[in-house]
Structures are given as C-alpha cells and as structure tokens.
C-alpha cells in the first residue's frame, strides 16, 4: 500500500487560508452579532422593566411622603393618601406583569431576575407599612425609610439593567441613572421635612437624616450630569442654575447649619414639588431619547452584519469546496484512531488492569486487541502500532504488578498467621501462669506482659487486615456496646490515659462486627495516645443517632491542618492501595479497609482545644434492638477496668 505523509497533508490544507479567513469572520460577525442582540435586549429590558420600574418607583415616592406628613398630623389620612396607594398598587400590578412576563424572563440573566423578585417582595410588604402608618405605629423616619426599601430595590435592579456594550451609551445610561437616584434622594428629604413642618419641628434622627441625604443628593446629581454629552446634560444644566434649585439648596444649608427648620419653611413644599416634578419630566424626556439612539445603533449593526457578513460567507464557501477534498479523508482517519485510542485509555485499558488487580487471569489479544489503522497516512499508521505497543506493554506491566502483590500479600499472611499462633499460645500460657502467680508484684508483671502481649496479637491482626484476609474468628453473640470501647481501650499502650466517658445501656453489637469494631477502636485510640502529650488525657463519648451509634475520640495533642484533614478523610472515605513506605499511618489503612468492610464511617476533624477529634458512626444495621438479644458476658468489667488483663478483651 502506497503511503503519504501527513506533512504533505496539512501543506495542501494550510495552502488555503480557510483557517485565518474562517477565524476573522466569525470574528467581526460575532462580535457584530452580539452587539445588535445585546442592545436590543436593552431595549426590551428598557419597555418591560425599566418604564415600569420607574412608574412605581414615582408612586412609592408620592405615597411616602403622604405617609409621612399624615404621622405628621393629629387627624386621620391625609387627603389623597388614599389615591397614592391606589396608584401605587396599580405600578405594583403593572411592574410585576411587565417584568415577569415570558418576554422579559427569556431577555433578563440570573442577576436582573433576582433583582426583580427582590423588588416584587419589598413590594408585598407595602400592606403591613401601611398598617403601621394607619395605626401610627411607626414614625416619620421609619415610615420612609421602611417605603425606601422599595425604591433601593427598584435602583438595584436597574443598575444592572445597565449592559450597553457601545462605551459611549453605557456612560450616558449611568449618567441618568445617577440622576434618578440623586431625584430620590430629594423625595426622601421631601417627605421628612415636609413632615416635621406640618409637626411643628425637626427630630434629632431625622435632621441626621437630612444632613446626609443633603449632600449625597448633590454628589450623584453633579456626577450624574457631568457624565452625560451635550444633547442630554443641557436640560439639566439649566435646571441646576434655575432659582427653585438654588433655593433648595439654600433651605437645606440652613436645616444643616442650624439643626432645625428654616425660616422660610413655607417656601420648602412649593419648591420641593416644582423642582421635582421638572427632574420626572426630564428623566423620562431623556431616558427616551437615548433608548432612541440604542435602536438607531441597532440599525447600524445590522447593516454591518450584512455587509460582513455577506461577503465573507461567500469567501469562506469557495475555500471550503476546494479544501474539503484534501481535509475530509484526512479528517477520517484521524477520527477514527481517536475514537479507538479513547476506547483504549477510558475502557479497555482500565478495566484490563482492574481485572488483573483483582486477581483475574486476562488475555492480551482478547482484552485489549492491537489497534488496526483505517487510512493510508503513514503517522497514522506509526502512531497505530504504538498504541498497540503501549497496551501490551502496560497490561504485562500490571499483570507482573498484580502478581508481585499477591505474592507480598501471601508473605504478610502468612508471617502475620504464624504471628498471631505464637501470640494466643503465649496469651495461654500467661493466663496459667496468672493463676498460679499469688505475690502482687509477680502478678502486676504478669499483667504487663500480658497486656503488651494483647498489644502484639492486635499488630499481627491488622497485618492480616492489610493483606485482605479476615483476621479471625466472630462472636456468636451480640456484645454490648460500652464492653467493645472498653475491650479497645485495654489493648492500647497508654490506656491509663484514656477516659470512658458513660454511654447509654442497652446497645449492643453484632457479633460478626465486634472483633473488628474492637480493633478499629483500638487502631484510633492508639492513634490517639501517641500523637498527643503524654500528661494529656484521650476522651472517648458515644451516644445514639437517627443513624446509628456516634463515638468520638478526642485529644489534646497539635492537631491536623484542615488539608490533612481532607486527605486523611479521603482515606478513610476510600480505602487506597497500602502504602509500605508511609509506616506512620498503616493503622489508618487498617482503619479504613475495617470501616468499609462493615459500612462504618469514620472522619477526623480538628478539635476545639488544639488537638483532633475522630468521629465514628456505626451504622444500625451492625446494631441489635435489647429485646432481642440473649444476655451475653462482658468483654471487660467496667468498674474493674484499670487492674484487669489486658488478655480479657481477646475474641
């Protein structure tokens, strides 16, 4: 079979410049594209949020400050308070069908849609504020403030209704929103002093108020003018010359100066409501002015869409015919040793060694057979053999793995076995020779080294652990719970150190687990013992849950960083491969294969006096209900425990 190189491949492709030309239209077009969608969704965010959203916020604005002056009185509502709130209700009712609609929800991202269900529940709480108003429960300051919520909601939404990517529209956008927030600001300090005017005077709380809602209102509406261009700043520049303007600033320089209402105070409604109702009018004149430019910049792009787009369509057409011929069986080939070579690494190969790790005999040709190219390209066909050279070589590497690990396995059993014999051989001879010894000192020794003989026959068992074997017999019966801790207790070096703490009667383990429950506990509370001080006391509590029986193990040692403690959970969570160099923590693997045995979990976390807390939970189904259960002997005497053998807690 004749073969071609790749190299002159990817010449025949790379002759054409499909790639630089493909790239720079989706370029232009996408970015063109993007510009158009995004402002018409300003647009439509602009009709169905915004011109709602400002409606109520005009509404709330109105009916707070007829709240407020109502407090204000010593007679009932104020007259038209009844009016406001019904306008008010109407922009709820327009703003939540607008905003919510299947139109603005398909437009608007997971932000403005928070943003809204923010404003439409500050909104739902408009009939308890009116309660409270009714009910002269709440102040002046309260009532706006509590009303203020509403509009601060409706400002956050339409800050993020601010999305223009051209620079120059998105300024202009910010510029009137500033505005609009400075316009707020004079309807808040409106209605408190319109308020404490029909009152008479000016509460403390409320002239701090003012004193920074003052200049606040000046800051954001300087910022908000300066921002915006020629067309837009003209209207607004005159309004800040105009005398009613000067005239509210001179009225709130007195309040902030003097700390009380000032002496025209007369003046402050009138000229509250002209000058406000001017900004109304020019926020809603030049918000539609530049919702105009925002669709007259649409039709622009979408002129630009079809010129770009148009001609480099035509451009990328021809250069796709006379490439296709030289990149399809190209194409082909590639796409077909991918698709082996991931069979290969995520299938074949994985469960080839799973099955060779776990003992089973595997057959190279039949698992993973040689993979066989479909082309004529001559690095296809190179790369082809060897992949098939690698997988050979990796399923005979895990194959020798696997065996060199049953064979250490083998060792480690069998070693362990012969261990375990000689121990319980010595453990009887102890016992005789304890029933024969009567002087206390003897018998103190004889203890000893039956309690450091304990000590090895627990070693030897979870080396057995290690190797995947069981390490011995069960119990018949079911054995109470507090006798299991106290059984692991005695087989640890330091179990001097170690406080019992009570636990409930009546809990009682499953014969098939109590051995290895007992040697678990005995692995952590020697873990425990060791990585502490030695003047420090290990406390160990247990009590029931919903889902079974939760004992910890608590030191006061240096503790575990959190990253340790992560990776020391994911052991014990998922029992990994034994790790011969890592001696200092086998008794965590030996852990970790008895807590997956029998579905227990067990987690370390740091304590709250320094040191760590082992937390483990058995599950109920190694538990056995009292009733049930025939009386079984103790595996160690509670009370006695401190002057007893060690050799007791031996299955």
């Given at each position: ?9 990817l ?187 029909l ?27 300066a921002?915006?261009?020629?067309e ?41 409501a ?67 070579a ?6 074949r ?29 001559l690095?296809?066909?190179?790369i ?38 000689l121990v ?86 499953t ?47 240096l ?44 987690t ?17 189904s190694?538990?056995?209900a009292?009733e ?24």
């Amino acid at each position: 079979m004749l073969y071609c190189t790749i190299r002159s491949k990817l010449y025949a492709l790379l002759s054409l410049p499909i790639v630089a030309l493909i790239g720079l239209w989706m370029f232009v077009t996408g970015h063109v594209i993007g510009d158009f969608f995004q402002l018409r969704q300003a647009a439509t965010l602009y009709e169905r949020v915004a011109v709602p959203s400002t409606a109520l916020v005009i509404a709330v604005q109105t009916e707070r400050k007829l709240s407020a002056v109502t407090l204000s009185g010593t007679v009932g509502q104020k007259p038209g308070l009844a009016d406001a709130r019904n306008l008010t209700d109407a922009a709820v009712t327009a703003f939540r069908g607008q905003a919510t609609s299947m139109e603005a929800m398909t437009t608007t991202g997971s932000e403005v849609r928070v943003a809204i269900a923010q404003v439409v529940a500050e909104a739902d709480k408009l009939p308890t504020l009116r309660a409270d108003v009714d009910a002269r429960v709440s102040d002046r300051l309260r009532a706006v403030q509590s009303f203020s919520r509403v509009v601060d909601a409706v400002y956050r939404l339409q800050d993020r209704l601010v999305t223009a990517s051209n620079v120059d529209l998105y300024q202009q956008a910010v510029g009137l929103q500033r505005i609009a927030h400075a316009r707020d600001m004079m309807s808040r300090e409106d209605a408190l002093v319109a308020g404490a005017i029909l009152a008479g005077r000016l509460k403390r709380p409320e002239y701090k108020a003012v004193e920074v809602i003052a200049p606040n209102r000046l800051l954001l509406l300087t910022e908000g003018t300066a921002t915006l261009d020629d067309e837009l700043r003209g209207p607004f520049d005159t309004l800040l010359a105009s005398a009613q303007h000067q005239k509210l600033i001179s009225l709130e320089e007195e309040i902030v100066e003097t700390s009380r209402l000032p002496e025209e105070s007369a003046l402050w409604n009138s000229v509250a409501a002209d000058l406000g109702g001017s900004m109304d009018r020019l926020l809603a004149t030049r918000s539609r002015l530049l919702n105009g430019r925002v669709d007259d910049a649409a039709g622009w792009i979408i002129a630009e869409i079809v010129i770009a787009g148009g001609f480099g369509l035509v451009a990328i057409v021809g250069v796709v015919v006379l490439s296709a011929r030289f990149g399809g069986g190209l194409a082909r080939e590639l796409g077909e040793l991918r698709r082996t070579a991931l069979e290969l690494a995520e299938t074949r190969l994985p469960r080839a060694v799973e099955q060779l790790r776990g003992g089973e005999a595997v057959e190279v040709g039949v698992s993973v057979p040689p993979i066989v190219a479909k082309g004529c390209t001559l690095e296809i066909v190179d790369i082809s053999r060897a992949f098939s050279t690698v997988q050979r070589t990796a399923v005979e590497s895990a194959a020798g793995e696997a065996r060199l690990r049953l064979g250490f396995n083998q060792v480690f059993r069998n070693l362990a076995r012969r261990n375990q014999a000689l121990v319980h051989r010595q453990l009887a001879q102890l016992d005789a020779m304890q029933r024969k010894a009567s002087e206390p000192e003897v018998l103190e020794d004889l203890n000893r080294l039956d309690h450091l003989t304990a000590r090895m026959r627990r070693k030897a068992e979870g080396l057995i652990i290690l190797s995947g074997a069981a390490a011995g017999g069960t119990w018949l019966n079911p054995a109470p719970l507090p006798d299991v801790v106290y059984a692991a207790v005695a087989e640890v070096e330091d179990y001097r150190r170690i406080t019992v703490f009570p636990m409930p009667d009546g809990i009682r383990l499953t014969g098939s687990a109590t051995a290895d429950v007992t040697l678990l506990l005995a692995e952590l509370l020697e873990n425990a013992t060791v990585f502490s001080p030695p003047n420090t006391q290990v406390n160990i509590r247990g009590e029931s849950v919903a889902r079974g029986f939760v004992l910890e193990i608590e030191d006061r040692g240096l503790g575990l960083q959190d990253r340790e403690c992560e990776e020391i959970n994911e052991r014990l969570a998922n029992p990994p491969e034994v790790n011969l160099i890592d001696r200092e923590q086998l008794g965590l693997f030996v852990v970790s294969r008895l807590a997956a045995r029998h579905g227990i979990k067990v987690t370390l976390n740091r304590s709250a006096f320094g040191g760590a807390t082992a937390v483990v939970l058995i599950p109920r189904s190694l538990l056995d209900a009292p009733e049930e259960i025939p009386p079984a002997p103790p595996l160690i005497p509670p009370l006695e425990f401190p002057q007893q053998s060690s050799r007791q807690s031996s299955r």
